[in-house]
């Protein structure tokens, strides 16, 4: 009997582990987003000061889980049989959740996640014992489970999203009237207020969420952290700010740095001492069961788990083996950066390929807040709009420098973000609230941003939306780990070992799969084909750096049109379906380079303007040829997926002439761009009129097909079709070559940034 325990603790020991490395992958967010956002310092600086604070942060804490051991249950209740299958549901179950989070690169809460799983599983198995027990009903459920501290947890969830932002967004507000964008220019004094305002936060923060509890801070320094907390926020603001106003002054150093370097390592201490008991609480919890069942002689159904409802420390050696591996997943995983991106997107004050589409909730809100906004801009009087205009005028930066460069948002803005979420967290944990450390910081950079304007007009309907989709995936948090845990405890309740393997040969497989999938997505978006923004002011310029991306174009189109060929010829659905992708994602690009229309002729200078009309022709060839793949992709997928008629052995004899001959001018082209050998462009447009006229005669031999034998209608639409939009395909390529042709010349210097920058420096 004791061995299938022993296999549930195995079990146990390596949900863990792949629940350290899941669940950091998800709360990385909470202390990189602010640094990592503002360039505050260098990436791996960053990464070196968030893994010292999770080193400290894991050998900090205490390692007890009153939420796993007794917080949403009540152990007395259940027999130790039925607690290893509440524990083990509830791992598998947050292993499989949290991945799913990370894999769409939404942040979600660990917290969250844990205790609606613990209440799943524990309601579900008290279900079924009050069912067995006919002098029960479901009214006695309350005997089981802790029916306060969950209602005390959704309250919790409620009020941290609505109060996080609207402080953040208020802070954030009185903080740029204070110090504008031009904060480098203002009195020294300023900064150092703001710093001792913003670290004496952080470290108070440390103190009340970070070390307070680790074991080895004795009772009385407890006590004087617990009972003094006014004095030492205040006596801490006046020696900070003596000391920052010292460095600013004498040391010449950005105070705004360290304060974000601070921030940093007090979150992600915070986050390690805290957060840790979410992800090896469980199977710790699972360990003490055990321990102290098997020194008994009851049978595992008899023994009630009392001994659930003492606290047990945890082993030091324990703390330390999950600190170093939450470090390293710090360091190698591409999904802690995905959900870092999302939340730093979302709060980027300059224009960002947005990720989240418009929906009738944003557009309403953003409507109504504009409406508001503009009745409260009446209410002020015009110098007093005149000096915030003017505190939140943007400085003039550089067009030499690349979009992609600069920082998400400023220093101020970090600071502010690290500042507030310390606070409220603090607030929060001394008056023993619960409350999502994922949630609070998502939510103050969201507001923060909102309070920054960095949701101007242009894009105040993405990002409403993306906040509305990552604060619905919160709730569906709630509500899928609940149901998940509940399904799974059943489960393991009614098939035991053989259920056990399943679900973790189950978990292994959907885990592994994610992890190919994320990869297989982080190495197409790193592709040699993806397409860059051209940064030149000058026609030539512009012609040699575009010219990798006319011959990645050509390059995908030739793979597309010879795809949507083969497929016709082969009736291959799925290479069909993979066509569209690949169509899509092309699309997708050029229409990001349409997008970077604006900041390419801001970036002009005077006598170069007239090589916006040539960037712009560009495009608007390469949107001419996509379009034309995209319809022939289209039809050629309806076609066969409708299980239309296949073509004739004639008819896919010509379509394929026809490819060969394309895919022979346009490797001819490639090579030209690729090599950067504008001059044999001519060769290839002398070619224009012969591929024409082949198009001309397939067309008239189809005609007269269908006259005579043809007895398809849908076969010899699909052929003209194709035909027709190769044409136009091959005519928008032809304009593309002649656009190149007519103003490439080689006798003159191309005039770019990069050399530009050089001549400056």
Avoid at 218 to 242: D, E, H, Y
Avoid at 700 to 706: G, H, I, L
């Amino acid at each position: 009997m004791g061995d299938l325990y022993i296999y549930m603790l195995v079990a146990l020991a390596f949900l863990a582990v792949a629940d350290l490395v899941v669940g950091v992958s998800n709360d990385a967010v909470n202390f990189l987003n602010s640094a990592i956002g503002s360039k505050a310092v260098s990436f791996k600086n960053i990464m070196i000061i968030a893994s010292l604070g999770v080193a400290v942060g894991a050998m900090t804490s205490s390692g007890m889980m009153e939420v796993a051991r007794k917080g949403i249950f009540n152990p007395g209740e259940f027999m130790f049989d039925e607690i290893m299958i509440i524990f083990m549901a509830v791992m598998v179950t947050d292993i499989l959740l949290l991945d799913f989070f990370n894999t769409l690169g939404l942040p979600t809460s660990t917290t969250v996640s844990i205790v609606f799983e613990l209440l799943g599983a524990s309601v579900s198995i008290a279900a079924l014992k009050i069912f067995a027990n006919s002098n029960q009903t479901l009214l006695d459920l309350g005997n089981y489970i802790n029916n306060e501290k969950a209602i005390e947890i959704i309250l919790g969830i409620l009020l941290s999203v609505v109060v996080a932002f609207s402080v953040g967004a208020i802070i954030q507000f009185f903080s740029r009237l204070l110090l504008s964008f031009n904060f480098n220019d203002k009195p020294k004094i300023f900064g150092a207020v703001f710093s001792g305002f913003a670290v004496t936060s952080i470290l108070y923060f440390i103190l009340i969420k970070g070390i307070k509890n680790a074991s080895f801070m004795n009772g009385a320094i407890k006590g004087i952290i617990s009972t003094n907390p006014l004095t030492i926020l205040i006596v801490g603001f006046i020696i900070i700010s003596i000391i920052s106003f010292i460095v600013i002054t004498f040391f010449k150093t950005n105070i705004y740095k360290i304060i974000i370097i601070v921030g940093t390592f007090a979150l992600a201490v915070a986050f390690a001492g805290n957060d840790l008991v979410n992800f090896i609480g469980v199977p710790i919890a699972a360990y003490n069961s055990y321990e102290a069942w098997s020194v008994t002689n009851i049978l595992p159904q008899h023994f009630p788990m009392v001994a659930l409802g003492q606290p047990v420390q945890t082993e030091p050696y324990l703390l330390l083996i999950a600190g170093l591996i939450m470090v390293l997943t710090l360091w190698f995983s591409s999904k802690a950066k995905a959900v870092v991106k999302t939340s730093v997107d979302l709060s980027r004050q300059d224009a960002v390929k947005e990720r989240f589409e418009p929906n009738f909730l944003s557009r309403t809100i953003v409507r109504y807040s504009i409406a508001a906004s503009n009745g409260f801009d009446n209410l002020l009087p015009n110098t007093v709009k005149q000096k915030i205009e003017h505190q939140f005028k943007k400085p003039i930066l550089s067009a030499a420098i690349k979009t992609e460069d600069l920082p998400a948002f400023d220093l101020v803005r970090a600071a502010v973000n690290l500042m507030v979420a310390s606070v409220l967290i603090s607030i929060a944990t001394s008056m023993k609230l619960p409350l999502s450390t994922t949630y609070v910081t998502f939510m103050v950079a969201m507001g923060t941003s909102l309070a920054d304007r960095a949701w101007g007009s242009e894009s105040a309907v993405y990002r409403v939306a993306g906040v509305l989709n990552v604060i619905g995936g919160w709730f569906f948090t709630a509500f899928s780990a609940f149901l998940a845990a509940a399904t799974m405890a059943l489960i393991l309740y009614f098939g035991r070992g053989y259920a056990l393997t399943a679900l973790l040969t189950f978990s292994i497989i959907l885990l592994v799969r994610n992890f190919i999938n994320h990869r297989k997505k982080a190495k197409e978006l790193k592709e040699e084909d993806s397409l860059e923004k051209a940064e030149s002011r000058s026609i030539q310029g512009v012609i040699i750096e575009s010219a990798s991306n006319i011959a990645n174009v050509i390059k995908r189109g030739n793979r597309i049109y010879s795809g949507a060929i083969n497929g016709l010829a082969t009736q291959n659905l799925k290479l069909l379906k993979k066509n569209k992708k690949n169509i899509e994602k092309l699309s997708n690009e050029i229409e990001e380079l349409r997008d970077n229309i604006f900041f390419f002729i801001k970036n002009l200078e005077e006598p170069s303007v007239t090589a916006s009309n040539f960037y712009i022709n560009i495009l608007s060839h390469l949107q001419d040829i996509t379009q034309s793949l995209e319809y022939i992709s289209n039809v050629s997928f309806k076609h066969v997926n409708n299980n239309h008629k296949k073509l004739k052995f004639t008819q896919i004899k010509e379509l394929k002439e026809v490819d060969d001959i394309l895919e022979n001018l346009y490797n001819n082209t490639q090579n030209a761009f690729g090599s950067n050998s504008f001059e044999k462009i001519g060769l290839i447009l002398d070619k224009k009129q012969q591929v024409l006229n082949m198009l001309s005669q397939k067309i008239q031999k189809q005609v007269e097909r269908t006259r005579t034998e043809e007895s398809s209608p849908k076969n010899t639409t699909l052929y003209f079709s194709v035909l027709l939009e190769t044409k136009d395909l091959l005519i928008a390529t032809m304009n593309l070559l002649e656009e190149y042709y007519n103003a490439h010349d080689s006798s003159v210097e191309p005039a770019t940034i990069a050399n530009n920058s050089q001549e400056e420096e």
